[in-house]
């Protein structure tokens, strides 16, 4: 069946540092894939997405990567600062709305 | 412009009630989607609704129903509740098919 899974629960940096969050798919129909951020007491915030029919994609300190070959997807934060402590969830759809999440990582930013 | 808003935040019942709960869309926004979000299964999609219609369902009982008005606000219902269904219940809207979900902050149901 459908599945998202993430390698690491848990990743602790220092400010300033790059972060690098993996996520594994299996569903190799998805033509989405989104990055969601979640804080303590909210619902996910949408970071970022990226379609099937492209590799790489970048926003404002973020960078999504897709590797379609070995169905992997990664999050990448450039100089990681405390407010982005959270809970990160690849997700994969056919849609936006209909969406398979994986089970998180946590990012834990030190000063 | 506001988010969107789920009510109540809170709610505490008891096994074998039924529940309903609340969303107010983004203004403007047609599509209403319903999550589920438990510390054990995650993240999982309940249903989405466009137009008043139900357009996709995930994999939950009837017991999990739903429904949109003309104005976009949308209910969940659980009916004869389960411990199991304590969660976060999350909804999220769109402007349409394939634009980004904007989440609320949830309901908080303890099922006791």
């Known amino acids: 069946g459908e599945s998202v899974g993430l390698h690491l629960p848990t990743l602790s940096v220092q400010e300033g540092d790059n972060s690098i969050i993996n996520c594994a798919y299996s569903?190799?129909?998805?033509?989405?894939f989104i990055w969601y951020k979640q804080e303590s007491g909210k619902g996910p915030q949408f970071i970022i997405d990226?379609?099937?029919?492209?590799d790489k994609r970048q926003g404002q300190r973020v960078t999504v990567l897709l590797n379609k070959t070995v169905k992997h997807l990664s999050l990448q934060i450039a100089a990681t600062q405390p407010g982005d402590s959270a809970v990160y969830f690849c997700?994969?759809?056919?849609?936006?709305?209909?969406?398979?999440f994986g089970t998180g990582t946590r990012l834990l930013v030190s000063p | 412009k506001a988010g969107v808003t789920q009510t109540p935040r809170y709610l505490i019942k008891t096994r074998g009630q039924q529940v309903t709960l609340s969303c107010s869309p983004i203004s403007g926004h047609r599509s209403v989607s319903w999550y589920q979000q438990t510390p054990g299964q995650g993240l999982q999609f309940l249903f989405e609704y466009f137009s008043e219609t139900q357009r996709n369902k995930g994999n939950f009982p009837g017991r999990f129903s739903g429904r949109q008005f003309s104005n976009s606000r949308s209910e969940m219902n659980v009916s004869t509740l389960e411990l199991g269904d304590s969660a976060l219940y999350l909804c999220a809207s769109s402007l349409g098919r394939n634009e980004k979900l904007f989440f609320g902050s949830g309901t908080q149901l303890s099922v006791l």
């Open positions: 569903n190799s129909a998805s033509d989405y």
């Open positions: 990226i379609r099937s029919n492209m």
């Open positions: 997700a994969e759809g056919g849609t936006f709305q209909k969406l398979v």
